[in-house]
């Protein structure tokens, strides 16, 4: 059997328990997983591109099935050049299905031999995102229980009042 890269690409402005579920779950499918962190000059990140690799790459630290790169321009073009045919989405509610779906329609379109799995992660974290984690960090909130212990140090510092 060949083995079986799957990217799982996004913002991880920063990384929150809800994609680590992911990505282990992924591990149980895929032989290795390439967390693909995006830059998107549309978007004002919160983390650097370096910052949120290197929070990602600390967090896998130990987990050498997993790689942790970063990537500009079409998804598509970047799965082929990592030899992957497997796209990671996590579709937590149905608000996500929408954007999803076409996502994964678009990509189908534009490169027939990739295939896009959308997962669902534990139930716990299917009310958890970036943006929650980070308003909740502004305001002092306890994040422990959302992000792993070096984001929430990250979270603290880009705070600090
Ligand atoms: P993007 O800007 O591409 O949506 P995110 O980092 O917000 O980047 O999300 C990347 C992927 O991870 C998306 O498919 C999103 O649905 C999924 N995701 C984010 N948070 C969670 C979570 N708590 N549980 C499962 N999937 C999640």
Redesign the pocket.
């Not at 799982?8 to 402005?13: A, V």
């Given at each position: 059997m060949t083995s079986r890269t799957a990217v799982?690409?996004?913002?991880?402005?920063p990384i929150?328990n809800?994609?680590i579920?992911?990505v282990k779950r992924s591990l149980t499918i895929f032989d290795e997983v390439i967390v693909a962190i995006?830059v998107n000059p549309k978007k004002s990140p919160l983390f650097s591109v370096q910052e949120r690799t290197a929070l990602a790459q600390e967090v896998f630290l130990g987990e050498p099935r997993v790689r942790v790169e970063h990537f500009d321009g079409l998804l598509i073009d970047f799965l082929r050049h990592c030899d992957s045919r497997i796209i990671i989405?996590?579709?937590?509610a149905i608000s996500?299905f929408e954007m999803?779906f076409q996502m994964a329609l678009t990509n189908r379109k534009l490169a027939p031999e990739i295939e896009t799995f959308l997962m669902v992660?534990g139930f716990k974290?299917?009310f958890?995102?970036?943006t929650i984690v980070k308003e909740l960090a502004s305001f002092g909130g306890q994040i422990s229980d959302f992000v792993p212990p070096p984001v929430e140090r990250a979270l603290k510092e880009k705070f600090v009042r």
């Open positions: 799982y690409p996004g913002s991880f402005d929150t809800g994609h579920d992911l995006l989405r996590g579709l937590r996500d999803e992660p974290y299917t958890l995102n970036s």
